[in-house]
């Protein structure tokens, strides 16, 4: 998929609109992934979250910042930037599929792990300050089937997880709002 397809940032009105123009089935095939709704963000100094994957293609200095001030979506998508060819990496190096530019996330903090379903498993790396899922801490090396609707945490940055169905779901919903 070009970078040109999708905007390089995604936030829930854009997107809801995007559906209500679109035939689902072109819908899907842009968002064939699961996503992450992000609930909460801590004030992270001059830092960001920074999307960044095949999807949108974004360079260094085009990436585009995730605001805690508007409900935003990241898919869960390769940037083809790390050394795992099928898990999608959480961390603050640069060279994740999702970078959390902030001191408190580690290097490499935690990874989604798709099986041969499609299904997506969370695991903590090892990270210094946790990986939750649905408020339960994960231990280092620990992986969880994940569910749509979980509520995932990389230290103290909140999103939730949504399947594709729940996602278009979530999407007409917040249309008729």
Known sequence: MKSTELPSSFSLDQLAGDLAI??????????PNPVLLVHSIPPIDTEDIIINTEITDLKDHERS???PDHRQ?????????????????VGRARNNDIVIRASKISKLHA?????????????DMGSMNGTEVNGRRLQPKESVLLKSGDHLVFW????????????????????QK
């Open 73 to 89: 979506v990241i898919p869960l998508a390769k940037s083809g930037n790390n050394q795992y060819t099928a898990r999608i990496t």
């Open 111 to 123: 990874m989604f792990v798709p099986d041969e379903a499609g299904h997506y498993s969370l695991m």
């Open 65 to 67: 910042a995730v605001r």
């Open 22 to 31: 679109q035939e689902e089935v072109d819908f899907r095939r842009q968002w």
């Open 156 to 175: 103290r940055c909140a999103f939730e997880y949504l399947e594709p169905d729940d996602f278009i779901a979530m999407l007409r919903r917040h249309a």
